[in-house]
T-cell receptor, first 114, second 111 residues
Framework: GENVEQHPSTLSVQEGDSAVIKCTYSDSASNYFPWYKQELGKGPQLIIDIRSNVGEKKDQRIAVTLNKTAKHFSLHITETQPEDSAVYFCAARRDQTSGSRLTFGEGTQLTVNP | EPEVTQTPSHQVTQMGQEVILRCVPISNHLYFYWYRQILGQKVEFLVSFYNNEISEKSEIFDDQFSVERPDGSNFTLKIRSTKLEDSAMYFC?????????FGEGSWLTVV
C-alpha cells in the first residue's frame, strides 16, 4: 500500500519568514496530493491540493510543488503569520473513482513566532 | 459553504459498550469516509463507502466496526464493543471529486 513520509516533524520560523514542508510517497499510482491544516481540537482543513498532471499550484501565500518522477511534493508558505501556527498534514490518493483512501503523512507542527 | 457535520463532539464510554458516531455528509457527495486520529498521531483511514456499500476498508476496520447509511442523509460508524485503544478522534469525510472535506470530529474516550 501507499506510504507517505513527511519532514520535518516540527518547524519553528519567525513571522514573515517562509516555511517549507516536504513529503515523499511510494505508490506511483497516486495522483492526488492534498495538504491539510489542523488546529488543536479541530478537524483537518484542506488548504491546497495538486493533481499529478500539474507541477505547481499557488494560492496567495501558499504553494505546492510536485515532482512525480521523484515522488515528492512540498508545501511552501511565504510571509508566515502567527495564525499559520498549526499541524500540517500531507496526503496522497489514487484515482477518486474507486473511493480510494487518503494516506496521510505524520504531520508537521509549525510554529510562527511573532 | 456546505460542510460535514458530526455528532457527538465528545463521548465517554465504558469499555465493552457499543458506540455510534454520526455524520451528515455534504448533500450531493457520493463517497463517504471514516478516519481516526489517536492523540498526537497522524490521521488513519478506516473505511470508505459508496453506492450503499463498503468500497475499501483498512486493517483497523475489523469485525467490531460497522458503517451504515440508514436514511440517505446520515452516515454512521458503530463500534460494537469498545476497547481502551479505540480512544481517538474519529473524523467523517465526504467527496464527489478530489476534494474531501472533513468534519470537526467526534472525540471518543473509552474508560
Amino acid at each position: 500500500g501507499e506510504n507517505v513520509e513527511q519532514h520535518p516533524s516540527t518547524l519553528s520560523v519567525q513571522e514573515g519568514d517562509s516555511a517549507v514542508i516536504k513529503c515523499t510517497y511510494s505508490d506511483s499510482a497516486s495522483n492526488y496530493f492534498p495538504w491539510y491544516k489542523q488546529e488543536l481540537g479541530k478537524g483537518p482543513q484542506l488548504i491546497i491540493d495538486i493533481r499529478s498532471n500539474v507541477g505547481e499550484k499557488k494560492d496567495q501565500r501558499i504553494a505546492v510543488t510536485l515532482n512525480k518522477t521523484a515522488k515528492h511534493f512540498s508545501l511552501h508558505i511565504t510571509e508566515t503569520q502567527p495564525e499559520d501556527s498549526a499541524v500540517y498534514f500531507c496526503a496522497a490518493r489514487r484515482d477518486q473513482t474507486s473511493g480510494s483512501r487518503l494516506t496521510f503523512g505524520e504531520g508537521t507542527q509549525l510554529t510562527v513566532n511573532p | 459553504e456546505p460542510e460535514v457535520t458530526q455528532t457527538p463532539s465528545h463521548q465517554v464510554t465504558q469499555m465493552g459498550q457499543e458506540v455510534i458516531l454520526r455524520c451528515v455528509p455534504i448533500s450531493n457527495h457520493l463517497y463517504f469516509y471514516w478516519y481516526r486520529q489517536i492523540l498526537g498521531q497522524k490521521v488513519e483511514f478506516l473505511v470508505s463507502f459508496y453506492n450503499n456499500e463498503i468500497s475499501e476498508k483498512s486493517e483497523i476496520f475489523d469485525d467490531q466496526f460497522s458503517v451504515e447509511r440508514p436514511d440517505g442523509s446520515n452516515f454512521t460508524l458503530k463500534i460494537r464493543s469498545t476497547k481502551l485503544e479505540d480512544s481517538a478522534m474519529y473524523f467523517c469525510a465526504s467527496s464527489i471529486g478530489d476534494s474531501s472535506p472533513f468534519g470537526e470530529g467526534s472525540w471518543l474516550t473509552v474508560v
